[in-house]
C-alpha cells in the first residue's frame, strides 16, 4: 500500500506555471508506474500524464503535450508535474495516483488503471 500527498497547486494568470509535487510513504515507490489526473467542477476525471516506473516512458493527454512534463525522482518517492503556458482550461482539481500494474498498457490513461489516489490539489488559472 502506498499514501500519496499532492502540493503545490495555486492560483496563477494565464500563461503562469505550476509545479506541482506528489510525494509517496509506504512500500517501495519505484515499484509503481505513476499517473496524475485533474477533475474540473462538473466534469470527470480526467488523464493527464503517466510515467512508468524507471522514468524512461511518458505520455501526456492531447491537450498539455508540449506544456507539461512529468518527472520522478525515486530516491525522494515524489513525482512532479511542471505546468508551463497553462490556460484557464487547466483549472481543476490535480491527483496523483499509483498503479500496481506490470505493464504499460493504455489503462495507465484511465483512472481504472490506478489503485492509489492522493487527496487532490487546487490549480486555479484566471485569464
Known amino acids: 500500500q502506498v499514501q500519496l500527498v499532492e502540493s503545490g497547486g495555486g492560483s496563477v494568470e494565464t500563461g503562469g506555471s505550476l509545479r506541482l509535487s506528489c510525494a509517496a510513504s509506504?512500500?517501495?515507490?519505484?515499484?509503481?508506474?505513476m499517473g496524475w489526473f485533474r477533475q474540473a467542477p462538473g466534469k470527470e476525471r480526467e488523464f493527464v500524464a503517466v510515467?512508468?516506473?524507471?522514468?524512461?516512458?511518458?505520455s501526456f493527454t492531447d491537450s498539455v503535450e508540449g506544456r507539461f512534463s512529468i518527472s520522478r525522482d525515486n530516491a525522494k518517492n515524489t513525482v512532479y508535474l511542471q505546468m508551463n503556458s497553462l490556460r484557464p482550461e487547466d483549472t481543476a482539481v490535480y491527483y496523483c495516483?499509483?498503479?500496481?500494474?506490470?505493464?504499460?498498457?493504455?489503462?495507465?490513461?484511465?483512472?481504472?488503471?490506478?489503485?492509489?489516489w492522493g487527496q487532490g490539489t487546487q490549480v486555479t488559472v484566471s485569464s
Open positions: 509506504g512500500r517501495s515507490f519505484s515499484d509503481y508506474h
Open positions: 495516483a499509483a498503479s500496481t500494474s506490470r505493464l504499460y498498457t493504455n489503462q495507465l490513461r484511465d483512472v481504472t488503471g490506478y489503485a492509489y
Open positions: 510515467i512508468i516506473r524507471g522514468g524512461g516512458v511518458r
